[in-house]
T-cell receptor, first 117, second 113 residues
Framework: GNSVTQMEGPVTLSEEAFLTINCTYTATGYPSLFWYVQYPGEGLQLLLK?????DKGSNKGFEATYRKETTSFHLEKGSVQVSDSAVYFCALSDSSLTQGGSEKLVFGKGTKLTVNP | KAGVTQTPRYLIKTRGQQVTLSCSPISGHRSVSWYQQTPGQGLQFLFE???????NKGNFPGRFSGRQFSNSRSEMNVSTLELGDSALYLC????????????FGDGTRLSIL
């Protein structure tokens, strides 16, 4: 079945440092890929998405490129801020292979990021 | 545009009881999915409803059930609660037309004593 593997962390960085969170996936079809972020006490917020190979998703300074050849979707940000401290989840959805076109998300375990001033 | 609303935010129950959680999706969204989040197992898919029909189901016992109403609002029910059911239950809605981003509510924190 489909699965997502991401570096579990925790990751601790200083403000303005470069961030990379690795994510690789296993899928038999052509999934869409997502990054979600979860702040303490809240649900998940969609950060960015990519729906096909070589697509680059971007939002709020974060970027990730859908690499089919390496089955990866690594999250990057050039200069992190204290406000970026949260848990980040990589996820995939492949409605083409599920009965009725289900949009079930398969998540990685999450990576906790702490940014110090 | 109002987001996904889950009620209640917090619940405390005892073993053996049952509980019903509610989710109101974003207006116009026809798909509602439920996930269980725990520190040990992470985020696990419970089930998905689309136009009042269960479209997919995760690997959870039959004590977990759900339904969707004609206005797309959804409820999930857990019967005969066990200590291991303590978790954050998240609801997400989407348009439901294929690989669309899901939008999450803030969840219901269920604690079993």
């Amino acid at each position: 079945g489909n699965s997502v593997t991401q570096m579990e962390g925790p990751v601790t960085l200083s403000e303005e440092a470069f961030l990379t969170i690795n994510c690789t996936y296993t899928a038999t079809g052509y999934p869409s890929l997502f990054w979600y972020v979860q702040y303490p006490g809240e649900g998940l917020q969609l950060l960015l998405k990519a729906t096909k190979a070589d697509d680059k998703g971007s939002n709020k300074g974060f970027e990730a490129t859908y690499r089919k050849e390496t089955t990866s979707f690594h999250l990057e940000k050039g200069s992190v801020q204290v406000s970026d401290s949260a848990v980040y989840f990589c996820a995939l959805s492949d409605s083409s292979l599920t009965q009725g076109g289900s949009e079930k998300l398969v998540f990685g375990k999450g990576t906790k990021l702490t940014v110090n001033p | 545009k109002a987001g996904v609303t889950q009620t209640p935010r917090y619940l405390i129950k005892t073993r053996g009881q049952q509980v019903t959680l509610s989710c109101s999706p974003i207006s116009g969204h026809r798909s509602v999915s439920w996930y269980q989040q725990t520190p040990g197992q992470g985020l696990q898919f419970l089930f998905e409803y689309f136009s009042e029909t269960q479209r997919n189901k995760g690997n959870f016992p039959g004590r977990f059930s759900g339904r969707q109403f004609s206005n797309s609002r959804s409820e999930m029910n857990v019967s005969t609660l066990e200590l291991g059911d303590s978790a954050l239950y998240l609801c997400a809605s989407s348009l439901g037309i294929g690989n669309q981003p899901q939008h999450f509510g803030d969840g219901t924190r269920l604690s079993i004593l």
